[in-house]
């Protein structure tokens, strides 16, 4: 199975901040990896898939990049609304995979 | 709108198999791939396997021995069973609908359930 590895497991910030999760694959997946967010008592929701593009009605200050075994989530200019678990998954190969969650806190 | 709403019992003892149906509402049932994927405190998200109405699966093969996925495509509902249950099969499990997106035709889970909580004790 391909692990996908999240960094950091949780981080504190600000409103306004400028914020980067970081994703890592045990092998190359090109660009088949897709970012979700999730929030209490829910399920999660797909923000961007294919690295980089966003999820239809997904605000533009979330962005993704990266090909091979090394991605990024940014969020330019963190809002109230986006505290939340923040997951990576591959879609390159089946078993399909997740990361273990970015739990991003209000600082 | 395309919804999904999941159903089925919530507490089962050890060794009972786990039965879940997910209903598709207000889009169509073919052409797309039918996931159930658990999440606990232990493991996070974990993707159990898929079905597409015409009946290919693709399956985790961690619980491919336990696994049944169907379809009843005269409903729209697919259901997941799993056999021989225990409490590392506690979790919340999710139905989802996997579809292929853009260029590349990258699969991803765009529509989810409400999520059933299932807890083995």
């Known amino acids: 199975d391909i692990q996908m590895t999240q960094s950091p497991s949780s981080l504190s910030a600000s409103v306004g901040d400028r914020v980067t999760i970081t994703c890592r694959a045990s092998?190359?997946?090109?660009?088949?990896l897709n970012w979700f967010q999730q929030k209490p008592g829910t399920a999660p929701n797909l923000l961007i898939y294919a690295s980089s593009t966003l999820q239809s009605g997904v605000p533009s200050r979330f962005s993704g990049r990266g090909s091979g075994t090394n991605f990024t989530l940014t969020i330019s200019s963190l809002q109230p609304e986006d505290f939340a678990t923040y997951y990576c998954?591959?879609?390159?190969?089946?078993?399909?995979?997740f990361g273990q969650g970015t739990k991003v806190e209000i600082k | 709108q395309v919804q999904l709403q999941q159903w089925g019992a919530g507490l089962l003892k050890p060794s009972e198999t786990l039965s879940l149906t997910c209903a598709v509402y207000?889009?169509?049932?073919?052409?797309?791939?039918w996931s159930w994927i658990r999440q606990s405190p232990g493991k996070g998200l974990e993707w159990i396997g898929e079905?597409?109405?015409?009946?290919?699966?693709n399956d985790n093969p961690a619980l491919k021995s336990r696994v049944t996925i169907s379809v009843d495509t005269s409903k729209n509902q697919f259901s997941l069973r799993l056999t021989s249950v225990t409490a590392a099969d506690t979790a919340v499990y999710y139905c989802a609908r996997r579809v292929l997106w853009g260029i590349i035709k990258c699969p991803a889970f765009d529509i989810w359930g409400q999520g059933t909580k299932v807890t083995v004790s």
């Open positions: 092998q190359s997946i090109t660009s088949y």
């Open positions: 998954q591959q879609s390159d190969i089946t078993p399909w995979t």
């Open positions: 079905m597409n109405h015409s009946g290919s699966t």
């Open positions: 207000g889009g169509s049932f073919s052409g797309y791939y």
